[in-house]
């Protein structure tokens, strides 16, 4: 079984955020009301919903797979003439199609193309009469979104500039591939912040489960309640903040950039750390022996310098070469 239906089985039988093992912070789970709202039929709707039906998603949400279904989606839009205004009539209209196969990747995608391919500048989104959320919204963005209600996967996917708010939740994948522009969720983020960004700011007022700032080469992640595990790893360069708890592997493999930690940090520090900083300014459990490049700060004292390491490598050559 695939498509909408079968992910939106998925995520009523086992809700992502719970199964985070040991992380603790979220908010309790509430049962969510799909709520009705008005849609005022007209041409253009009409000409929408018409794109909508043509339009073909055939991929597992991969990068290659959304760059072919936006691109399809683009060519439809550029023929039609509509406001900001019809867009976010279309976003309440899309719940017609909600238990079509591939509805997410779809209405998102094309919710996108609609947003870039406008001659407005701003564009308010509803999702909260939809029972499983639009995927991709946000697409390559250059505009100014407001989503009314959760996101699904991949918000912002190489976004290149203006802003999204989304007033809810949003499922993994956030700003992945991220250029420039500005993101800010005011609910929780089911995992996965940042992977392979490059610039601009992602906001977090809520809770993130896990993966922050993946390979991040640039931009700003803050997160302003808890992270779960891997914050930072093999990060490039740029800042990640967290202002509650994060768990296990902070840093691990991080070869620039800063990490900061406000509340209690877990296990396995830095491990394999080979530049950049951290900054803890709780409690934390450990930092792993061995050798490590790069500087970790506990309450603004440095507890770790890695330029030691550096010339303890080297004298150990410099021995090595005069045995010989």
């Known amino acids: 079984m695939t498509g909408a239906i079968a992910r939106r089985i998925?995520?009523?039988?086992?809700?992502?955020?719970?199964?985070?093992k040991g992380f603790k912070g979220y908010r309790p789970e509430t049962e969510k009301t799909v709520r009705k709202v008005e849609v005022v039929e007209n041409e253009t709707l009409k000409k929408l919903k018409n794109a909508y039906r043509k339009l073909e998603y055939g991929g597992e949400r991969l990068?290659?797979?959304?760059?072919?279904?936006?691109?399809?989606?683009?060519?439809?839009?550029?023929?039609?003439?509509?406001?900001?205004?019809?867009?976010?009539?279309?976003?309440?209209?899309?719940?017609?199609?909600?238990?079509?196969?591939?509805?997410?990747?779809?209405?998102?995608?094309?919710?996108?193309?609609?947003?870039?391919?406008?001659?407005?500048?701003?564009?308010?989104?509803?999702?909260?009469?939809?029972?499983?959320?639009?995927?991709?919204?946000?697409?390559?963005?250059?505009?100014n979104i407001i989503v009314k209600g959760n996101a699904g996967y991949l918000l912002g996917q190489g976004m290149k500039g203006g802003s999204i708010i989304v007033e809810g939740d949003t499922e993994a994948r956030l700003g992945e591939f991220m250029q420039d522009g500005a993101i800010i969720v005011e609910g929780d983020v089911d995992g996965d912040v940042g992977h392979g960004m490059k610039g601009g700011q992602i906001t977090v007022k809520g809770h993130v489960s896990g993966s922050i700032g993946w390979w991040m080469a640039g931009g700003i992640i803050t997160i302003k309640g808890n992270a779960g595990d891997n914050v930072g790893y093999s990060m490039k360069s740029g800042a990640i903040i967290v202002g509650g708890d994060a768990n296990d592997s902070i840093g691990e493999r991080m070869t620039g950039g800063a990490i900061t930690v406000g509340g209690r940090a877990g296990d396995q520090i830095g491990k394999q750390m080979l530049g950049g900083e951290i900054h803890l300014e709780g409690d934390y459990a450990s930092i792993p022996k061995g050798i490590k490049l790069g500087k970790i700060f506990h309450k603004e004292e440095l507890i770790y310098d890695g330029t030691t390491a550096l010339k303890r490598i080297a004298g150990w050559i410099r021995k090595v070469l005069e045995w010989d």
């Open 10 to 20: 998925e995520r009523a039988d086992v809700p992502a955020l719970a199964m985070v």
């Open 63 to 143: 990068h290659e797979d959304n760059k072919n279904c936006y691109a399809a989606a683009m060519s439809f839009v550029k023929q039609l003439t509509y406001s900001a205004a019809e867009v976010e009539n279309f976003s309440v209209a899309l719940a017609e199609f909600q238990n079509d196969e591939d509805f997410d990747g779809k209405a998102g995608l094309l919710l996108s193309a609609l947003i870039n391919n406008g001659d407005d500048a701003d564009y308010v989104i509803h999702t909260t009469h939809l029972s499983i959320a639009p995927d991709s919204l946000g697409y390559e963005n250059t505009k």
